[in-house]
Every structure is written in C-alpha cells, then in structure tokens.
C-alpha cells in the first residue's frame, strides 16, 4: 500500500526581542490552520520558533538567559499550539530552548521535539553540533553563543516510527555535517526535519557569505540523495534584530531534487506529499548499505584530535 504524508514547511519572518511568545504563537496557529486548507498532515517549524535568535547576544545575568527557555512543554504559552493542531489533526515539530531541572542542576538544550497528530510529544532531538562561541568575542558584530547556551545534546540522532513512517530530527547547524544524515541513514530514516536560523554574514568567515544558499542546498540535497531520505528544511529568515538571515526554506526528494521552495523571506508556508517509499529505489540499490559500505575500512581512520596542519612549504 502507497505511503503518502504531507508535510509542510513552515517557513517564519523574523522575530523580534520584543515579540512575545503568545503573538509567536499566533502565527504559528495560522501556519496550521494554512495547513489544514494544503492537506498537510505534518508541520514543521524552524530551530528556536517561539523567540527571536537569542544568542547573537552576550548575556552574563543568567536569569536573563533562561527567560529564553522553555521548563515546561506544552507550557501556558504554547499550550494553544497543541490544542489547535489536536483539533486540526495535524502533527507538528518544534524548535525550542528546552531547560530541564535534574538532580539538582539545571542543564540546556537547543530542542526540537515531534508531536503526533493526537497531541502526545513522540520525539524529542537535542541539537549536536553547537556552531559558535563559548566568550564573548566583541569585534563581532553580532554574537554566536550556541557554545555558552547550550549543552551539547546527549540523545544522538534518534529515528522515530511515527506518521507511517520513520523520522528523525536535527537542528541548523547539523544539517552541514554529513554523520548527521548518515547516522539516521543507517536507522533507515525516511524524513529528516529541520530548522534553521543561518545569518547571512559569518564573522569568522566573511568569504562565505556569497554561498550561503549555495552551501545549504548543497548540504540538504546531498544528505537526502546519499540516504535516499526526505529532507524538510526550515528557516526563520529575514532581518531578525538587524541581522539578516537566510530563508529559502525547502523539501528535498530522496532523489536530491527540491520538490518545494519558499519564495519570501516571510511566514509562508510550503508542502508536498511525500511518498514515504520514495527512497526505496536508493535504499536498495546505489545505498544498499549492506552490500556497499565497508565499515571495517572506516575503523581504520583514526578518530582525530586537534587541527590538521597544512604542509610544511
Ligand atoms: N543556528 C545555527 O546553527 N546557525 C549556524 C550558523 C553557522 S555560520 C555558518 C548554521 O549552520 O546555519
């Protein structure tokens, strides 16, 4: 029997520090509502949705931090979110500041967790690859401080039966690092959510900017072709605070073609069903992982640690 789940990804402007996380919501309901008019089944929402980028800020009162964080979810503000997708019957993935309260400790993640269409929570991911900077680097023109805000996420790269089929999850960021792919690869992944906050301008490496949209196609398509997976890319674009961010939200085909594409750098919502076998044809042949990979030659590599010099001239 055919396996069809229609997904939508929903795209988000900015936010601004001001926003509040109700007004956030808000538009959030609209997205799904949007959705529920586009036949979607499952929404996808960026990395952090519920408030603007907050650490492009330097920030040593810690409380002011946590005011970023979520202890609770669903909690009082997003709380609506959950009961509008319920009555919808539309599942939904969500990036959030998560803060659990454990032994005594406090700890902090860049979350994203998968919601199905009955309202119960049936996935959470912890973001892995934490881009930026642990101190405060001031001749930035704006801070990167994943490093200092967030633990790295201690849950790897979990794969999720759920809507027909089998999810995972994984945050900005990761999305560049082809284990990422590989590692829900091997689980037999069939449709990767993501969601993205990529600024425009890279302080530390200006000269990448021009490729920006280049480099995230790049790294989606292959990760989806090389795994014969979906891939559900997500920004929240535009000028967030000052900071122009990329959009160019997308769905990859297992194929590595892009099926759907937003065309603003605004809220704005894009679907596609999604044939859940349509990585099968890769699966089983040019990825036939079984038959073509030789793991036993990857243990040969060396884990490394520290930099890679260049050759002495
Ligand atoms: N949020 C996040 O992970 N942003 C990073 C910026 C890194 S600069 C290339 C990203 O990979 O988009």
Same mark, same amino acid.
């Given at each position: 029997?055919?396996?069809?789940?229609?997904?939508?990804?929903?795209?988000?402007?900015?936010?601004?520090?001001?926003?509040?996380?109700?007004?956030?919501?808000?538009?959030?309901?609209?997205?799904?509502?949007?959705?529920?008019? #586009? *036949?979607?089944?499952? &929404?996808?929402?960026?990395? %952090?949705?519920?408030? @603007?980028?907050?650490?492009?800020?330097?920030? +040593? !009162?810690?409380?002011?931090?946590?005011?970023?964080?979520?202890?609770?979810?669903?909690?009082?503000?997003?709380?609506?979110?959950?009961?509008?997708?319920?009555?919808?019957?539309?599942?939904?993935?969500?990036?959030?500041?998560?803060?659990?309260?454990?032994?005594?400790?406090?700890?902090?993640?860049?979350?994203?967790?998968?919601?199905?269409?009955?309202?119960?929570?049936?996935?959470?991911?912890?973001?892995?690859?934490?881009?930026?900077?642990?101190?405060?680097?001031?001749?930035?023109?704006?801070?990167?401080?994943?490093?200092?805000?967030?633990?790295?996420?201690?849950?790897?790269?979990?794969?999720?039966?759920?809507?027909?089929?089998?999810?995972?999850?994984?945050?900005?960021?990761?999305?560049?690092?082809?284990?990422?792919?590989?590692? #829900? *690869?091997?689980?037999? &992944?069939?449709?990767?959510? %993501?969601?993205?906050? @990529?600024?425009?301008?890279?302080?530390?490496? +200006? !000269?990448?900017?021009?490729?920006?949209?280049?480099?995230?196609?790049?790294?989606?398509?292959?990760?989806?072709?090389?795994?014969?997976?979906?891939?559900?890319?997500?920004?929240?674009?535009?000028?967030?605070?000052?900071?122009?961010?990329?959009?160019?939200?997308?769905?990859?085909?297992?194929?590595?073609?892009?099926?759907?594409?937003?065309?603003?750098?605004?809220?704005?919502?894009?679907?596609?069903?999604?044939?859940?076998?349509?990585?099968?044809?890769?699966?089983?042949?040019?990825?036939?992982?079984?038959?073509?990979?030789?793991?036993?030659?990857?243990?040969?590599?060396?884990?490394?640690?520290?930099?890679?010099?260049?050759?002495?001239?």
């Amino acid at each position: 029997m055919p396996r069809y789940l229609t997904v939508g990804a929903a795209q988000m402007g900015p936010i601004q520090r001001d926003h509040s996380r109700r007004d956030v919501v808000g538009r959030l309901i609209a997205h799904l509502r949007e959705a529920r008019r #586009m *036949g979607c089944e499952l &929404v996808v929402f960026p990395e %952090l949705t519920l408030t @603007t980028f907050f650490p492009r800020w330097w920030m +040593p !009162d810690q409380a002011e931090v946590d005011a970023w964080f979520e202890a609770d979810m669903p909690g009082p503000d997003t709380a609506p979110l959950f009961a509008e997708a319920k009555a919808l019957g539309i599942g939904f993935c969500l990036g959030y500041a998560e803060l659990v309260r454990q032994d005594g400790g406090t700890r902090r993640f860049n979350t994203s967790i998968l919601v199905e269409r009955d309202g119960r929570i049936v996935g959470k991911y912890r973001k892995v690859h934490l881009p930026g900077h642990a101190e405060h680097e001031p001749w930035r023109q704006f801070q990167h401080l994943e490093k200092r805000y967030f633990e790295v996420g201690d849950l790897g790269f979990p794969v999720y039966r759920a809507f027909g089929g089998l999810i995972g999850m994984c945050i900005c960021n990761d999305r560049r690092w082809p284990e990422t792919y590989r590692v #829900m *690869g091997l689980q037999g &992944v069939e449709i990767v959510l %993501l969601g993205y906050n @990529t600024p425009l301008h890279n302080p530390p490496a +200006p !000269d990448h900017d021009e490729h920006s949209w280049f480099h995230n196609q790049l790294v989606m398509q292959a990760g989806a072709y090389q795994n014969g997976t979906w891939v559900v890319g997500v920004a929240k674009g535009g000028t967030e605070e000052g900071v122009p961010s990329l959009a160019d939200s997308q769905i990859v085909a297992p194929s590595g073609k892009v099926v759907a594409r937003a065309a603003s750098d605004g809220d704005e919502l894009v679907a596609h069903r999604c044939d859940l076998d349509a990585g099968r044809s890769y699966k089983t042949t040019t990825f036939n992982f079984v038959v073509h990979r030789q793991p036993d030659q990857y243990r040969m590599i060396v884990e490394r640690k520290g930099a890679v010099e260049p050759p002495a001239t």
